[in-house]
């Protein structure tokens, strides 16, 4: 355990201040993201030489985000959408990263070691330990572990309960902070979303532990639970759409094979009423993706269901959910942690769900072949499962021509014909 002398109050400016002017930063992401101190970054970003920024998914526009240029860099292992504008331009460095993979990156020994950290946690308690609050997952290991940290103490954000404790003795600079926090608001949810996530509950059974990402398709399924019993959880992360159903019973884990009466999860990314929530409940586990998106922990969890989404998918199953071809929209995440470990779950198995066009119908995403330069985020031998509003493809021990069978059924009916002579075009375009 890293220990500093002692923690030293200070103010934001002064915080960041004790930055080298040169080094590499791991930034806390999504509703921990450190408002303040990136505040005083953006305030005093003349001051460094080459700071190199490092963080996952981001939410609203961060104050640094205009500041990105020669001196402050930034690198990310998921692009989204407040920093699609700089990806696009060129003005960032995308690094690709399976989440369980972060902790070790950043470490001491991996392959970009951090010189600091910022981060945000809760008030102390009366022992002086403070919470990581709601981003856990990427940064408690180097919290832990970076030669310097700088902690925003926000007296609104929550102690969460699990691996999530930070003695005040390991951090170096202690800045006082005051605010609601950064919150993450779900997409609307249409006709076609609900349609799918109906397909998708039908295909889990009760006693099932499920994990689901963000997005509509995950916030519909969530809405459509209910009847289902004895549900679990190990997830990357909390959302809105969890809580009705805590609250119903529908989840309350009585069946998982570990972490038994345990939400396990790596952050919240929701309202400030989902963050009240999961404030010292003793249910809701928090951990580092060491646990939380290791494969083999998840093997160990009997009828895990991973539920993910894709860009595209083509006809032997290969999922691209990263890029449009060459242009790069979102990130890997935990997407092949979750599916990798359900297939070697007892009873386990993933599902892909989407709907079967994009660009306003003008699209399929089930296609022949994937679009030049696109990314292969999960290969073919590990697609279980595609879901659209159209029905459900089952891949699993189907050979080449099954496949394509199975997902020419579910594509949308204007690019069947395309997607059975090769050519992937609507019938109005193919004619």
């Not at 590499?24 to 970003?45: F, H, T």
């Not at 119903?248 to 790596?266: C, E, F, L, Q």
């Not at 080449?400 to 020419?408: D, H, I, K, V």
């Amino acid at each position: 355990m890293r220990k500093a002398s002692s923690p030293q109050f200070a103010t934001a400016r002064e915080a960041v201040l004790a930055l080298p002017s040169r080094a590499r930063v791991l930034v806390s992401q999504a509703c921990g993201a450190p408002m303040s101190l990136l505040q005083a970054l953006a305030d005093e970003r003349d001051h460094f030489q080459a700071l190199e920024l490092c963080t996952g998914v981001l939410f609203t526009d961060y104050p640094i985000l205009p500041c990105i240029s020669e001196n402050i860099t930034l690198t990310t292992w998921q692009v989204s959408a407040p920093v699609q504008a700089l990806a696009d331009q060129g003005k960032l460095e995308y690094l690709p990263l399976r989440l369980s993979q972060v902790p070790k990156t950043f470490s001491p020994d991996g392959a970009l070691p951090v010189g600091a950290v910022l981060i945000q946690v809760s008030t102390p308690d009366r022992n002086g330990y403070v919470s990581m609050g709601v981003t856990v997952s990427t940064m408690i290991d180097a919290s832990r572990q970076a030669p310097l940290v700088i902690a925003e103490v926000n007296r609104q954000a929550p102690r969460t309960m699990g691996n999530t404790f930070l003695h005040m003795s390991e951090i170096d600079y202690l800045v006082d902070a005051d605010y609601p926090g950064v919150e993450y608001r779900p997409v609307s949810l249409g006709d076609v979303e609900r349609t799918i996530a109906q397909y998708v509950t039908e295909l889990i059974p009760d006693g099932a532990t499920i994990q689901s990402g963000l997005g509509a398709i995950p916030e519909a399924l969530l809405f459509l639970l209910d009847g289902k019993k004895d549900l679990g959880v190990h997830s990357g992360m909390v959302t809105d759409g969890l809580l009705p159903l805590i609250e119903k019973g529908v989840i309350n884990n009585s069946r998982k094979s570990i972490d038994r009466h345990k939400v396990v999860i790596g952050e919240v990314m929701g309202s400030r009423e989902t963050i009240r929530y999961v404030h010292e409940n003793p249910m809701m586990h928090f951990d580092s993706a060491n646990y939380t998106h290791n494969p083999q922990v998840i093997g160990r969890i009997e009828n895990f269901v991973a539920i993910n989404s894709a860009v595209e998918i083509d006809l032997g199953g290969q999922v691209a959910a990263e890029s449009i071809g060459r242009r790069q929209i979102s990130g890997l995440g935990g997407q092949f942690d979750f599916v990798e470990g359900a297939s070697t779950s007892p009873g386990g198995f993933s599902i892909f769900a989407m709907p079967s066009t994009a660009s306003r119908g003008k699209v399929s995403r089930i296609v022949s072949q994937l679009a030049p330069g696109s990314v292969v985020s999960t290969p073919r031998y590990l697609t279980d499962y595609v879901v659209t509003e159209y029905g459900v493809a089952y891949l699993k021990g189907k050979t080449m021509r099954q496949r394509a069978e199975a997902l020419t059924g579910v594509a949308h009916p204007d690019f069947r014909d395309g997607l059975s002579d090769g050519q992937g075009k609507p019938e109005s375009e193919g004619q």
